[in-house]
């Protein structure tokens, strides 16, 4: 398992770095768009919602994306409208008046949880795109360091109920991966941080990408599964594999912002 781990890191992360850096940024949109909609679609698989509320959350999701990068603002207005048009659609498209809270708000609920979030990502691609190999490598190495180091002495759970395998000394790794990531990656690669400034930026990285994966898990134990889905076997869905980027995105955009090194 963990020479899987590492030949599959080993082949995917240059072939990121080289989609990030290289490609123009309608490319990263394109990977976006991709992620989001898949994610959705495993989010309204686990909650059974189908026809055209799962139809509409997802072409919601896209306009959202799409937005986003035209106007170059993360959460862009069509939001409000893309809900609005979700309410109709139930209020029309269903007359039995019967779970339409239930059905309305996880169509919504996926919308603002995985397309909305995602969309901090696009502003940060066009302010530089090494800040999106920055996120991405803080968020990777900070897993990493909580998967090994909650393997290797984790025994206090961290939060049972909501995640049995995580443990407090993962957390504590997941920090302390997120600090070393952001110092190293400046240091080779942002140039635009430095000192306590990458050192921060990794710690809020790796704290929030905790809380990122403890919110999956508790969809997941609400809608009664183990993984989002099986498209990647042996690891679980997409959503899976982003939970921790959703809301590290969106914070590292934040702070970065408030460190004033985003405008």
Same mark, same amino acid.
């Given at each position: 398992?963990?020479?899987?781990?590492?030949?599959?890191?080993?082949?995917?992360?240059?072939?990121?770095?080289?989609?990030?850096?290289?490609?123009?940024?309608?490319?990263?949109?394109?990977?976006?768009?991709?992620?989001?909609?898949?994610?959705?679609?495993?989010?309204?698989?686990?909650?059974?919602?189908?026809?055209?509320?799962?139809?509409?959350?997802?072409?919601?999701?896209?306009?959202?994306?799409?937005?986003?990068?035209?106007?170059?603002?993360?959460?862009?207005?069509?939001?409000?409208?893309?809900?609005? *048009?979700?309410? $109709?659609?139930? =209020?029309? @498209?269903? #007359?039995?008046?019967?779970?339409? !809270?239930?059905?309305?708000?996880? %169509?919504?609920?996926?919308?603002?949880?995985?397309?909305?979030?995602?969309?901090?990502?696009?502003?940060?691609?066009?302010?530089?795109?090494?800040?999106?190999?920055?996120?991405?490598?803080?968020?990777?190495?900070?897993?990493?360091?909580?998967?090994?180091?909650?393997?290797?002495?984790?025994?206090?759970?961290?939060?049972?109920?909501?995640?049995?395998?995580?443990?407090?000394?993962?957390?504590?790794?997941?920090?302390?991966?997120?600090?070393?990531?952001?110092?190293?990656?400046? *240091?080779?690669? $942002?140039?635009? =941080?430095? @000192?306590? #400034?990458?050192?921060?930026?990794? !710690?809020?990285?790796?704290?929030? %990408?905790?809380?990122?994966?403890?919110?999956?898990?508790?969809?997941?134990?609400?809608?009664?599964?183990?993984?989002?889905?099986?498209?990647?076997?042996?690891?679980?869905?997409?959503?899976?594999?982003?939970?921790?980027?959703?809301?590290?995105?969106?914070?590292?955009?934040?702070?970065?912002?408030?460190?004033?090194?985003?405008?």
């Amino acid at each position: 398992m963990h020479l899987k781990r590492i030949a599959t890191a080993a082949l995917l992360l240059p072939l990121f770095y080289f989609y990030i850096m290289k490609l123009p940024e309608a490319f990263f949109l394109a990977l976006l768009l991709t992620l989001s909609v898949v994610a959705q679609w495993e989010f309204y698989s686990m909650y059974h919602v189908s026809g055209l509320m799962k139809n509409s959350g997802m072409f919601s999701g896209v306009l959202a994306l799409l937005s986003a990068y035209l106007l170059q603002r993360p959460f862009a207005p069509v939001l409000i409208y893309s809900f609005m *048009a979700i309410f $109709v659609i139930r =209020l029309f @498209g269903k #007359r039995d008046p019967v779970s339409s !809270l239930r059905d309305v708000s996880s %169509t919504v609920l996926a919308v603002l949880y995985i397309p909305g979030l995602l969309s901090f990502q696009l502003s940060l691609r066009h302010d530089r795109p090494e800040w999106i190999i920055f996120l991405f490598g803080c968020v990777w190495i900070a897993d990493s360091f909580a998967y090994y180091i909650g393997k290797a002495v984790g025994k206090r759970k961290l939060y049972a109920a909501v995640s049995p395998n995580k443990t407090v000394a993962g957390a504590v790794g997941s920090l302390l991966g997120g600090c070393l990531a952001g110092w190293f990656l400046d *240091a080779v690669l $942002v140039h635009a =941080l430095g @000192g306590w #400034r990458a050192v921060a930026g990794g !710690l809020v990285i790796g704290a929030v %990408t905790i809380v990122g994966d403890l919110v999956e898990s508790m969809f997941k134990r609400d809608a009664g599964v183990k993984d989002s889905s099986n498209i990647i076997p042996g690891h679980g869905g997409i959503l899976d594999k982003i939970d921790g980027v959703l809301f590290a995105g969106p914070v590292f955009y934040w702070v970065s912002r408030a460190m004033g090194v985003i405008v």
